[in-house]
């Protein structure tokens, strides 16, 4: 009878001992209110840098959002969808402008076809074009509502070619209005080759474009391309500022993103005029851990009169380390003149979350103790009546405290009552057992 009694209690002890409490939002730091105007079964929010400056881990772990109840909703982080793709080019049709010294020789004779299209140029008479040019006319063509930049490609320019280039636009030739300027450029340094040769416009362009460069050596102009980027391609990084600490002992910089954001790209710029550097790039998730190499990057800043040419951007894995390093390269390197300025680009991730219980929905964030696991939401959305447009956006709004300081401690390692106990019920279970059969053996024998 005893050993009925012990192995019932075991059957309905092990189940409540084994279970531990539900999340609340008071396991985490902070919270942000989520506005989701429109009901929905499902939301999706872009997470932002307050939010990532909340987290203590680079998998994401510590956030889970609640409903209105303080019960944890089934969630899913996800990457934006990459939409983006290289950018659509065509090449746009362009007549060397003839001149006379530094002055653009005029008037200009064209005829244009009944689509307004440049077909002929004729250079004003006593006009002598020379070899090399140093302005353009172009023609956009009808379909310009895309174009984002102009890319070229030239012949004849001189060692050390940089010049600066202002570039105009107009529906009639003659009726010119500045568009962009920039600087073009093809320098070797230091066993580099640093090359700029696109524009960006900033604006859609009119039909026809004035090119022009300013005093030098005329160069031959070989091919105008138009880029037209997609929204997407263009409009999801952040870039944010990061402080650069340096580092006496190393004479490089520190820097701290404060949090695990989802890190693309570097940039560095320099403050000197006339300075180059090159940067080991690495990163690490944690003080004490050991530094990753994550790539390199060139920075440079060349100035002659208005032209000037600046760079220093590296491309690098997705990487959520909070704490990253410039590293000059080199023991004969010199470190820059000054402190870099430095960026960092980043596209956020979205956590997607399913409508159950009410609403207001809170995203909780930065926990010590509480680990939220991925779960597979992925395929659910195609699903919903309306498939993946079922999902709605939320957006985030202020932060407020929830759990505080307290909430990102790390969890004790306490003493395993509920195991012990456990084990000693299971122990005495087989102990029981034990003298059962050894009671039957005594009986059966006698």
Excluded: C
Aim: charged share 20%.
């Amino acid at each position: 009878m005893r050993i009925h009694v012990l192995l019932a209690a075991l059957a309905l002890g092990a189940p409540a001992l084994a279970s531990a409490p539900p999340a609340a939002p008071t396991d985490y730091a902070n919270g942000f209110d989520l506005d989701t105007n429109v009901t929905a079964a499902a939301y999706r929010v872009t997470l932002d840098a307050p939010v990532y400056r909340q987290l203590q881990r680079s998998d994401l772990a510590d956030m889970a959002v609640f409903n209105s109840a303080g019960q944890a909703v089934p969630q899913a982080l996800e990457r934006p969808r990459d939409d983006a793709a290289l950018p659509a080019q065509r090449p746009l049709p362009f007549y060397a402008i003839a001149q006379q010294g530094a002055q653009i020789a005029g008037p200009l004779k064209l005829r244009v076809d009944a689509g307004g299209a440049v077909v002929q140029m004729e250079t004003p008479a006593g006009a002598q074009e020379p070899d090399g040019s140093s302005a353009w006319i172009i023609d956009t063509g009808e379909e310009r509502a895309g174009i984002t930049s102009l890319r070229l490609t030239w012949d004849g320019a001189p060692e050390g070619f940089m010049r600066h280039a202002r570039l105009e636009t107009g529906s009639e030739l003659g009726a010119w209005q500045p568009l962009a300027e920039a600087t073009l450029a093809d320098l070797e340094r230091d066993g580099k080759r640093l090359v700029q040769d696109t524009l960006a416009l900033g604006a859609t362009p009119e039909r026809y474009l004035r090119l022009r460069l300013d005093a030098g050596v005329g160069i031959t102009l070989r091919t105008v391309l138009a880029l037209s980027e997609t929204k997407a391609s263009t409009d999801t990084e952040t870039l944010t500022a990061i402080t650069a600490t340096p580092e006496p002992d190393t004479g490089g910089w520190q820097l701290d993103t404060g949090g695990p954001l989802p890190v693309e790209r570097i940039r560095v710029r320099l403050p000197a005029d006339n300075d180059m550097a090159e940067f080991d790039i690495l990163s690490r998730d944690a003080a004490d851990r050991p530094w990753q190499p994550r790539g390199r990057v060139l920075a440079y800043r060349l100035k002659t009169g208005e032209a000037l040419l600046e760079g220093g951007d590296a491309p690098v894995d997705l990487t959520r380390d909070r704490y990253w390093r410039l590293q000059p390269v080199g023991k004969e390197r010199s470190a820059p003149a000054g402190e870099p300025r430095v960026a960092v680009g980043w596209t956020p991730d979205e956590v997607v979350f399913l409508a159950r219980g009410g609403g207001p929905y809170t995203l909780a964030a930065g926990s010590g103790a509480r680990q939220v696991e991925a779960q597979p939401l992925g395929s659910l959305w195609q699903a919903l009546p309306g498939g993946a447009s079922a999902v709605q956006v939320a957006t985030l709004g202020g932060m407020r405290e929830l759990g505080g300081a307290t909430a990102l401690e790390r969890a004790r390692a306490a003493i395993p009552w509920q195991r012990y106990l456990m084990w000693t019920l299971l122990l005495a279970a087989v102990a029981a057992l034990a003298l059962m059969a050894r009671s039957l053996f005594r009986a059966s024998a006698s």
